[in-house]
C-alpha cells in the first residue's frame, strides 16, 4: 500500500533532485524553448514541499494536493502537464491489486492524462517520450508479478532510454517545433525532468 509516508518522500525526493538540476533543465530549454523549465518546476517543487503533510490522511489527498498546488505555481506547460499527472495518479490509487500493479495502473492514469492535456504522442519530442515507456514497462513487469521495487526500477530504466532517444528527434509540438531541424541534438527538458520523477519514485515508493 502507498502511505502518505511514501508519498510525501516521493515529493521531497523530486523537489531535491529538481533543486540540484534546475539550472541544467533551463539551459536545456534555453536551447529549445523559453529557457524558464527548470525555474519554474523548482518554483513548483518548493511550493510542494510547503505542504504541511499532517492535514492529509492518505497518500492520495497529498498527492492531490501536490497536483493542485503545481497548477497553481507552475508556469508554462509543465504546471497544467505535472499537476495533472499527479492528479490522475492519486485518483487511481483506489484500483484493486497489489502494489506493483496499483501503481502501474496510476502512472497510466497519469499519462493520459497528460497526453489528453498536451495532445502529444510518442515521437514528438515531449515528456511523452520518457514517460510512456515507463508506464508500459511498469504494466508488463507488474503482470509478471514483480515487486513495485523491480517494477519502478525498469520503469526508471525505460524512462531513462526513452529521455535520451529525444535527442536526434524534430520536436513536433511546444515551443521546441518553432525550430524545425535546429530543435534535433537536444534533449527534451521535459523528457528529462520526468524521467527524474519516475527514478525518485523507484528510489522512495518501494
Not at 81 to 109: H, I, K, N, S
Not at 148 to 158: I, Q
Not at 198 to 203: C, D, I, K, L, Y
Amino acid at each position: 500500500m502507498l502511505t502518505t509516508e511514501k508519498a510525501a518522500a516521493w515529493l521531497d525526493d523530486y523537489a531535491r533532485v529538481i533543486h540540484e538540476n534546475a539550472a541544467w533543465l533551463t539551459d536545456l530549454d534555453r536551447q529549445i524553448g523559453d529557457a524558464d523549465h527548470g525555474s519554474n518546476l523548482e518554483r513548483g517543487m518548493t511550493a510542494v514541499e510547503a505542504i504541511p503533510r499532517e492535514e492529509y490522511p492518505d497518500a492520495a489527498s497529498l498527492l492531490k494536493k501536490a497536483g493542485m498546488t503545481l497548477v497553481s505555481t507552475v508556469g508554462g506547460a509543465a504546471g497544467p502537464l505535472w499537476g495533472t499527472f499527479f492528479l490522475r495518479f492519486a485518483g487511481a490509487l483506489d484500483e484493486p491489486g497489489d502494489d506493483a500493479t496499483v501503481v502501474a495502473a496510476a502512472m497510466r492514469a497519469g499519462l493520459v492524462g497528460i497526453v489528453q492535456r498536451g495532445k502529444a504522442t510518442e515521437g514528438d519530442k515531449t515528456v511523452v517520450d520518457a514517460l510512456g515507456p515507463a508506464v508500459r514497462v511498469a504494466e508488463q513487469k507488474a503482470s509478471q508479478g514483480a515487486s513495485l521495487a523491480d517494477t519502478l526500477t525498469a520503469a526508471a530504466e525505460a524512462a531513462a532510454v526513452g529521455r535520451d532517444a529525444t535527442i536526434p528527434m524534430v520536436a513536433r509540438k511546444g515551443r521546441a517545433s518553432y525550430l524545425g531541424d535546429r530543435s534535433a541534438g537536444v534533449q527534451d527538458p521535459g523528457a528529462t525532468s520526468i524521467t527524474m520523477l519516475v527514478e525518485s519514485a523507484a528510489r522512495t515508493l518501494a
